[in-house]
């Protein structure tokens, strides 16, 4: 079962947090034990390139979350600065080392925040949770691009907006089938 914790006390466990399984295969362990290992030193070692390429997009993206909003793949928490005061966030990331990053953060803002570890391709939420769904520079790391996107919609309330930020790879979209994804969060009732 996931816990979901803010501020480091727990808020939630059971209703409305639902069970993602566990690792899975031992690339997505490999995964986790990269971004645990990193978690302390990526602020200071992506610093010249948030400043000149990814900042921006960040602030953009974020201010326009509205309502209950999931951030997956937090990582650091780089994006929380730049939430609206009235948003309810929560935020989900595959490492423990990030969210630690991410959760020292947050205790530096009166916001409250709810973190959960998970698997943004299982993510532990029950569907139509969520007002909106931001990923940010995350979603090329995930071993499976369409199914993260899948769990996006699945979260999602109906009329609510998927907002993702990402890198464009030579000749394709910055964003694995957009329309699609598109086309399935607009037709749910």
Request: positive net charge; hydrophobic residues 35%.
């Amino acid at each position: 079962m996931c816990i979901v914790e803010s501020g480091g006390r727990l808020i939630r466990k059971g209703p409305g947090v639902v069970s993602t399984g566990g690792m899975t295969t031992a690339r997505e362990a490999r995964l986790r034990r990269h971004w645990d290992e990193e978690a302390e030193g990526f602020d200071r070692h992506i610093a010249p390139l948030e400043r000149r390429f990814l900042a921006a997009s960040r602030e953009w993206v974020a201010d326009r979350a509205r309502g209950d909003v999931l951030e997956v793949a937090v990582g650091t928490g780089l994006n929380l600065p730049h939430y609206r005061d009235d948003v309810r966030l929560t935020a989900v990331d595959l490492s423990h080392g990030m969210l630690d990053v991410a959760r020292q953060k947050a205790g530096a803002s009166e916001r409250p925040i709810a973190f959960a570890v998970g698997d943004g391709q299982r993510l532990p939420f029950q569907d139509r949770s969520f007002d909106a769904v931001v990923c940010t520079f995350s979603l090329c790391g995930f071993i499976d691009h369409e199914r993260g996107v899948s769990e996006m919609a699945r979260v999602l309330r109906p009329g609510g907006t998927i907002l993702p930020a990402g890198p464009r790879t030579s000749g394709g979209p910055p964003w694995p089938r957009p329309s699609r994804a598109g086309r399935r969060c607009r037709s749910r009732p």
